[in-house]
């Protein structure tokens, strides 16, 4: 579990970094520096998608260690299956970033349901 809290407290870190750079845009967009009003949509959208990503790697963190359950691993699992299905984009940095942003909570999943199948 300390690779489960290690992966999980990265993600956390990084995904706050993207909720706060997905910020910044959205302040640059709103102050007309976007295209208009698809692009402070397209912000807002992605900080808020950053922002519930970190509170599930921090839940993760608190959560796992304590032996999670299979309401977690679901909830993962859940996370993980949108950006897994991001790795078919056509954009390779897209690509790139749905894989990376897939990981915790892939892992996360498999690792909570291989521990309530083995207790």
Do not use: E, K, Y
Not at 57 to 78: E, Y
């Amino acid at each position: 579990m300390l690779l489960l809290r290690i992966v999980n407290a990265f993600a956390a870190a990084l995904f706050l970094v993207m909720a706060l750079v997905s910020v910044a845009f959205l302040s640059a967009a709103r102050d007309g520096l976007g295209r208009g009003t698809p692009s402070l949509a397209t912000s807002a959208g992605w900080a808020a998608m950053f922002a519930l990503l970190a509170a599930l790697s921090f839940v993760n963190l608190r959560r796992a260690a304590m032996g999670g359950g299979r309401g977690l691993a679901a909830l993962n699992l859940l996370a993980a299956l949108p950006l897994l299905a991001g790795l078919l984009a056509p954009d390779p940095m897209a690509r790139l970033l749905c894989g990376a942003a897939a990981l915790p909570f892939a892992l996360t999943a498999l690792l909570l349901f291989a521990a309530r199948r083995d207790g």
